[in-house]
Nanobody, 124 residues
């Protein structure tokens, strides 16, 4: 069973940066995909980014392309989300998630392990 602990959220001014971390433990396989999702109050959960643990293939929602970067450190079993040029509309609880395979990476219902979430607040 995979356990995820996500950290790194906080309060930042618009234009600032944050880096989220997702520490992975438990039974993992090279063919896993790791995703980041976010949910703002009163809004649906939204896909942000995903990465294939084995190939490094990446995908992003259009609204964060060019600003956010997802990466992984195999030695540390950690996935990161570097967020630059943050905007107030990026404010949400961010959660990392894990699933087998990179297909359907943007569908949160396909993920079977979740971190507890970390709050990101961007002030204008």
């Amino acid at each position: 069973q995979v356990q995820l602990v996500d950290t790194g959220g906080g309060l930042v001014q618009a234009g600032g940066s944050l880096r989220l971390s997702c520490a992975v433990s438990g039974r993992t396989f090279g063919n896993y995909a790791m995703g980041w999702f976010r949910q703002a109050p009163g809004q649906e959960r939204e896909f942000v980014a995903a990465i294939s643990w084995s190939t490094g293939n990446r995908a992003y929602v259009d609204s964060v392309k060019g600003r956010f970067t997802i990466s992984r450190d195999n030695a540390k079993n950690t996935v990161y989300l570097q967020m630059n040029s943050l905007k107030p509309e990026d404010t949400a609880v961010y959660s990392c998630a894990a699933k087998f395979g990179f297909f359907h990476y943007s569908d949160y219902s396909q993920y079977n392990a979740w971190g507890q979430g970390t709050q990101v607040t961007v002030s204008s």
